[in-house]
Nanobody, 121 residues
């Protein structure tokens, strides 16, 4: 069974920084993309950033230049460095991994439990 465990998050003032990490464990053959999504109260979950196994990244326009996603393939871990945080970045942040548990089997999306990020003005 695959688990994604997130750490980091918390409360920070506007302009501050936070780091998130997410480690995938369990029966994993290979991980394609990993990423971070967020959901603010009353809003839909939205993409923050993704990174594929080759290191190519994709960011939401709202976080470009402020957030940096990276990953450690050997440790099945993805990171999100968040700088210059704004109150509108307040949300629950979810880790995502697109992976297959066995060779030649389909890939599925797995999600972490979410971690709260609160940015005060």
């Amino acid at each position: 069974q695959v688990q994604l465990v997130e750490s980091g998050g918390g409360l920070v003032q506007a302009g501050g920084s936070l780091s998130l990490s997410c480690a995938a464990s369990g029966r994993i053959f290979s991980i394609n993309a990993m990423g971070w999504y967020r959901q603010a109260p009353g809003k839909q979950r939205e993409l923050v950033a993704t990174i594929n196994s080759g290191g190519s990244t994709n960011y939401a326009d709202s976080v470009k230049g402020r957030f940096t996603i990276s990953r450690d393939n050997a440790k099945n871990t993805v990171f999100l460095q968040m700088n210059s945080l704004k109150p509108e970045d307040t949300a629950v942040y979810y880790c995502n991994a697109n992976l297959n548990e066995r060779p030649l089997r389909p890939r599925y999306d797995y999600w972490g439990q979410g971690t709260q990020v609160t940015v005060s003005s």
